[in-house]
């Protein structure tokens, strides 16, 4: 994400530490500044303590050199407290995000909810989560399964995966199947309901 950091235009072109550790947002700018109230209705249905900008655009695009990552459109969420504070940083942005995606489970005509890693179609292909849609809705899937794609794994700098694990709330990560590297039982749950790789399939790529 920091390579592509799509509507993050205070994240663009920065390195792994600088990403991880700037809040999520920006200063408010253009027409965002005009903006007094809180329940303001804003881009993505949000209220205006719930995103920056909440305009869509919030300066003309001649006001930027390019649109490069559409960072003439910003969407940093804030924390969905009504307190319009931001995420400390991007890590405690994706905890929250797990926790929301979860709690979908309880939603109205929502009969469960199954975390996917998306490492597990890379190494698996899709049939086997289509198969089990299928099984339990009872309606056939009608598109061709994605077959297993191996591509080359990124190497990533120590200092930078030693930063990830000390810093991360694994306890919320631990949700959706993710361990610590140094975790040696990391895969002793039951996972029948899930689509985690095994432990046998993980393999870290330092530099």
């Known amino acids: 994400m920091r390579d592509r950091p799509h509507h993050a235009p205070r994240h663009l072109d920065i390195g792994w530490r600088e990403f991880l550790t700037t809040p999520w947002t920006m200063d408010?700018?253009?027409?965002?500044?005009?903006?007094?109230?809180?329940?303001?209705?804003?881009?993505?249905?949000?209220?205006?303590?719930?995103?920056?900008?909440?305009?869509?655009?919030?300066?003309?695009?001649?006001?930027?050199?390019?649109n490069r990552m559409s960072r003439h459109q910003p969407i940093y969420e804030l924390k969905q407290d009504g307190s319009s504070e931001p995420f400390d940083s991007i890590i405690e942005l994706r905890a929250a995000k797990i926790v929301n995606f979860l709690e979908t489970k309880g939603y109205p005509r929502v009969a469960d909810t199954w975390p996917v890693h998306y490492e597990y179609l890379l190494e698996k292909g899709t049939k086997e989560i289509l198969d089990k849609i299928a099984k339990v809705t009872g309606i056939p899937y009608k598109c061709d399964p994605f077959p297993v794609q191996k591509r080359r794994k990124r190497q990533l700098p120590k200092d930078f995966m030693d930063y990830v694990d000390a810093h991360v709330d694994w306890t919320i990560e631990e949700l959706i199947g993710y361990h610590r590297r140094s975790v040696s039982d990391q895969f002793t749950k039951d996972t029948s309901q899930h689509f985690f790789l095994d432990k046998e399939d993980i393999t870290w790529n330092e530099s």
């Open 28 to 66: 408010r700018i253009g027409l965002d500044l005009n903006i007094t109230s809180n329940t303001t209705l804003c881009q993505e249905h949000f209220r205006f303590n719930q995103i920056n900008s909440c305009v869509k655009e919030p300066l003309p695009r001649e006001a930027y050199a390019n």
